[in-house]
């Protein structure tokens, strides 16, 4: 049975960025994606989207993970938008009333960092196979 990862890709252009993440986001890879959105608000960055196109399952410590980092980004005067979020998330936002707080605008009024060229690619986030720790 294959180990579950996530990668983090980030792309940033001045104070935007675009994380790109890739595989599973559950309680063995969710440090991954509190540490990376961390590190863009110490970056200055203070616009996040966040593509999940590729997302295959996000549990509620990664929904945790969303809100505390989308509070975190308002206290700097910023924000915080997911795109694309898997089935598994889109129902659990609809359940907690957290969708408003987290989705973008279907007619991206929230500004996508993805319509920029990037002209600073941080290197890839993974998480450690379970294990290996």
């Known amino acids: 049975m294959p180990i579950p990862q996530l990668t983090v890709f980030r792309h940033d252009m001045n104070?935007?960025?675009l994380m790109t993440l890739t595989g599973e986001i559950d309680l063995e890879t969710v440090h991954v994606v509190?540490?990376?959105?961390a590190q863009c608000l110490r970056d200055g960055i203070r616009t996040i989207d966040v593509d999940l196109t590729t997302v295959t399952f996000c549990d509620v410590?990664?929904?945790?993970a969303f809100l505390h980092a989308s509070s975190a980004t308002a206290a700097a005067c910023g924000s915080l938008r997911?795109?694309?979020?898997?089935?598994?998330?889109?129902?659990i936002l609809a359940l907690?009333?957290?969708?408003?707080?987290?989705?973008?605008?279907?007619?991206?009024?929230?500004?996508?960092?993805?319509?920029?060229?990037?002209h600073r690619i941080v290197p890839a986030t993974t998480a450690p196979p379970v294990g290996a720790l």
């Open 34 to 37: 509190r540490e990376s959105l």
């Open 96 to 118: 907690t009333g957290t969708s408003t707080l987290l989705l973008a605008l279907p007619d991206g009024r929230s500004g996508r960092a993805a319509d920029a060229p990037a």
């Open 82 to 91: 997911l795109h694309h979020p898997p089935p598994i998330l889109a129902r």
């Open 15 to 17: 104070n935007r960025a």
């Open 61 to 64: 410590t990664g929904l945790n």
